[in-house]
């Protein structure tokens, strides 16, 4: 699967982005579609996912509250809405795929085989 991440830019905190992640390549049923992030000198760690056949949504607790995934089947597109954002949330955003079972939610790095090019968020204080 090919993913397209978009969306990132320079915010004042407490303002709003949205990103997006536009999939193809395959049907995506079996699949659970997530952002992580990265900040500066910071490790890779998962942000928000979704399950494609079936909205269930979860979230870091860091993000709770304040982050709404969704997806849309008919745009083949996985959209974080970024509300009251911190500096902290400075990073670079990916969305990331992987194909698993009805009851598994992965949420490290090395379980996701397929991964967007980053797209920088910048909130400044």
């Known amino acids: 699967v090919q993913l397209q991440a978009s969306g990132g830019g320079l915010v004042q905190a407490g303002g709003s982005l949205r990103l997006s992640c536009a999939a193809s390549g395959r049907t995506f049923s079996r699949y659970f579609m997530a952002w992580f992030r990265q900040g500066p000198g910071k490790e890779r760690e998962f942000v928000a996912g979704v399950r494609w056949s079936v909205p269930v949504t979860y979230y870091a607790d860091s993000v709770k509250g304040r982050f709404t995934i969704s997806r849309d089947s008919a745009e083949n597109t996985v959209s974080p809405q970024m509300n009251s954002l911190k500096p902290e949330d400075t990073a670079i955003y990916y969305c990331?795929?992987?194909?698993?079972?009805?009851?598994?939610?992965?949420?490290?790095?090395?379980?996701?085989?397929?991964w967007g090019q980053g797209t920088l968020v910048t909130v400044s204080s």
């Open positions: 990331a795929a992987v194909q698993v079972g009805p009851y598994y939610v992965p949420r490290e790095r090395n379980e996701f085989d397929s």
